[in-house]
């Protein structure tokens, strides 16, 4: 499909927002001279997660030049020439240091997201250009139809077989979606957003009914925790209510979340629980995952957001991004 037939380009606001100040933090830890995000928290590596996040950061904070930095980087390193997709993982040690060729979905979504937002903000056709590639390139290569759903697979490869798909919620980034919506006024993504409400909807195992990290979806569309990994709702699902709530204040789903949050004193919220055994963490959750914690809670204080030095990476990431929600970025 030609470009010009994406349709007429729908406003995407863009608002004039106070986070330049934790912007500057993030980007004078985390964020190297040559546009790579280092995951501090992850043998700094890099990924196209944190690439994606930080240049959605640098549109809010209104840094072209560490946009235009970030991207730069990104494209160039992470970019698969073939599929138009981008190489999720960066190991700065290792002697290939993309020697992993699969993508993270969310990390391309993240980066058409902070495209398209760009090119609102500076008036950068080529931007929209693309972001529109991108998102082409996901449609393309992993969103699938599934029993009666349309979803969006977490990589090209790996996540499915005969019998069912694995699916990681956490990437359904349903503010981004909506804006790709309105921009391209596709079936296909208006069909994918509704169907990973429907199948968040669907799910009832556990006693709060919260979808785990990562989910099996079988052939004939019933769903369970996937097998491979814990049943836990942990650091990856703890952005489900942040996307969700991002995109639609009043989303019903978000009160089995608050029913969960509800379940803990706020200082002993441990950091993951386990949603078949009720399993917990031995710890409490802080930094970014209080700071989601509290936005789904209608509890987001000023100091929520904040970074403190003992964010690492990720907890800063989430802090910022709660921000963003809380703005309706």
Known sequence: MALLMWGLLSFVPVSAMATSLDWSTFKARFM????????TGNHNIS???GQGFSMLFAVAANDKRSFDQIWHWTRKYLRDPHSGLFYWRYNPIAANPVADKNNASDGDVMIAWAL????HRWHVPQYLTESDTIVKAVLKYVVVDVANYKVMLPGRYGFENDTSVTLNPSYFIFPA????ERRTHLATISQLIDDAQRLMNNINWGT???PTDWISLSRTGTTSPASAWPARVSYDAIRIPLYTK??????????RWQQWFAHYPRAQMPAWEN????????????????AIRDFTMDQLAYSSTKIVPKDDYY???LKLLTALADQRF
Not at 32 to 39: E, F, V
């Open 32 to 39: 190297a001279q040559d546009g790579r995000i280092i995951d």
């Open 47 to 49: 990924h196209t997660e």
């Open 116 to 119: 398209l937002k760009a090119a």
């Open 177 to 180: 979606w909506r804006d790709f």
């Open 208 to 210: 709060y009914r919260l």
């Open 246 to 255: 991002w995109a639609d204040r009043d989303n019903p789903i978000l009160m």
């Open 275 to 290: 949603m078949v055994n009720h399993n917990k963490a031995p710890y409490a959750m802080n930094g970014g995952l209080l």
């Open 315 to 317: 907890s800063s990431s």
